[in-house]
């Protein structure tokens, strides 16, 4: 019996393989609903369904909505990324990461600067939930540069920070992280191919920083080994939100 099509990589064809890789683009971005209420949330995810399979829920909506919030993004079928950046006690984090376990959101938080011990308790406040999130600990935030960094006593470049923090994080268990485009080559190799990498910063060619300083295209970052890109405002403030959605698609898929 003849082996089909879409089995058999030698008949695959190159417009067959395009279609896969801007698939493939799909499931790896992930928007930042970074909006102040529920409804501004509701017209973005409309402007770019399609675009997208993932959303990012960050302080600003959550404060502002609440909960509440996620309920028309699950239901609609989207993985959420709930982007609360927990740096707290041990103690309190844990329950913090056990009340956000039972939202249903597929990816979630913590600041890798709140320690080893912290790093553990989150962990070990997943163990025994059902279907679990992802728990990504944020190394450096891309938007700190040396100047910032030297200002609250780091004076080692952000590139060996963040390394400490991952190897720390390791240590403590935890297999996914958040860092910038510049460092996610490095930790690839620290973390393996099966962790997960999620980089914000992501800024195509031409488009304006904002506070973010350790930034990159999208093609760099996928090329860099990303395993998610975080885009916000390059989409978010966009004239036509899809449109820019696309275009950073057509690049990550080039670079897939
Ligand atoms: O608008 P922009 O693309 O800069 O948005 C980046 C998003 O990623 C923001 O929601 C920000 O909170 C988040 N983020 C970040 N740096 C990190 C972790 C998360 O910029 N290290």
Known sequence: MPIPERLNPTLRSASTLAVDRLEDARNRLIVALDVPDAASAAALVRQVEGSCRWFKVGLELFVAAGPAVLEPLLAGGYSVFLDLKFHDIPNTVAS????????????????????????????????????????????????????????????????????????????????????????????????????????PGI?????????????????????????????????????????AAEAILKEMAEAL
Not at 151 to 159: D, F, Q, T, V
Not at 208 to 235: K, N
Request: charged share 15%; net charge neutral; hydrophobic share 45%.
């Open 96 to 199: 913090a990461v056990r009340s956000a376990a039972a939202l249903g959101v597929r990816m979630m938080t913590v600041h890798a600067a709140g320690g080893p011990a912290m790093l553990a308790a989150a962990r070990e406040a997943l163990e025994g939930v059902n279907n679990p999130p992802e728990l990504l600990a944020v190394t450096v935030l891309t938007s700190m540069g040396q100047l910032q960094m030297d200002a609250i006593g780091l004076n080692r470049p952000p590139s060996q920070q963040v390394e400490l923090l991952a190897r720390m994080g390791m240590e403590a268990g935890i297999k996914g992280f958040v860092c910038s485009a510049k460092e996610v080559a490095a930790l690839r190799s620290l973390t393996g191919p099966e962790s997960i990498l999620v980089i």
């Open 203 to 243: 800024r195509p060619a031409g488009a304006e920083s904002g506070d973010q300083m350790r930034t990159a295209t999208p093609g760099e970052a996928i090329r860099q080994g990303a395993s998610y890109l975080v885009v916000g405002r390059p989409i978010t403030q966009a004239a036509d939100p899809a449109e």
